[in-house]
């Protein structure tokens, strides 16, 4: 069946680190990932996404990581900030090119920054 | 407007009352969608409109639940005598299409007594 799951369910940090959240996924033609954050009591916010046909994409302080291989993506927050302090998603299409856009969403991640 | 807009915010009504949710996508975007998030937990969707095809009702958790986007463009999402199982947080999102981000509302949180 079609999951999408993180390997742990928080994460603390130390503020100014380098934070890797992680995302497993299950279903081998899906072929758009991405990541949101969100806030308490607010939706979740679009931080980056990735198409399959890479394995590595770079915004701001932030980078998405794929490994079709393996089924895995990752998460990467450059010099964390106490405003990166949010639950982090994963969410894959699931279905390959000819999706529907749906998106299927891992459970969560809650970053924690220490001061 | 300049995001999705959901409303009420919050609600909360009696078991066994039906209620209706209003979704105001990103202005041109062809592409909408209902999720439903309840505490801590991920997203589950429930259906996505896209242009004039026929809806993906495939996440509707059963027939108390119905959804309609009226001109292409606001949606409603309906529970029928709510039960308290349905408690959660109604979030909307629209997006330009298959293969682009999805832009999501801050959600109506609902609440059945």
């Known amino acids: 069946g079609e999951s999408v799951g993180l390997h742990l369910p928080t994460l603390s940090v130390q503020e100014g680190d380098n934070s890797i959240i992680n995302c497993a996924y299950s279903n081998s033609a899906s072929d758009y990932f991405i990541w949101y954050k969100q806030e308490s009591g607010k939706g979740p916010q679009f931080i980056i996404d990735?198409?399959?046909?890479?394995d590595k994409r770079q915004g701001q302080r932030v980078t998405v990581l794929l490994n079709k291989t393996v089924k895995h993506l990752s998460l990467q927050i450059a010099a964390t900030q106490p405003g990166d302090s949010a639950v982090y998603f994963c969410?894959?299409?699931?279905?390959?090119?000819?999706?529907?856009?749906?998106?299927?969403f891992g459970q969560g991640t809650t970053l924690q920054v220490k001061p | 407007g300049a995001g999705v807009s959901q409303s009420p915010s919050n609600k909360v009504t009696e078991k066994g009352k039906d209620v209706e949710l209003r979704c105001d996508p990103i202005s041109g975007h062809t592409a909408l969608y209902w999720y439903r998030q309840s505490l801590g937990q991920g997203l589950e969707f429930l259906i996505y409109?896209?242009?004039?095809?026929?809806?993906?009702k495939s996440g509707l958790p059963s027939d108390r639940f119905s959804a309609e986007r009226t001109g292409g463009s606001v949606s409603t999402l309906t529970i029928q005598r709510t039960q308290q199982e349905d408690s959660a947080v109604y979030l909307c999102?629209?997006?330009?299409?298959?293969?682009?981000?999805?832009?999501f509302g801050n959600g109506t949180r609902l609440t059945v007594t």
């Open positions: 969410a894959e299409n699931g279905r390959g090119s000819s999706n529907t856009g749906k998106l299927i």
């Open positions: 999102a629209s997006s330009n299409g298959p293969g682009s981000p999805l832009h």
């Open positions: 990735i198409r399959s046909n890479m």
């Open positions: 409109f896209q242009g004039n095809s026929a809806p993906d």
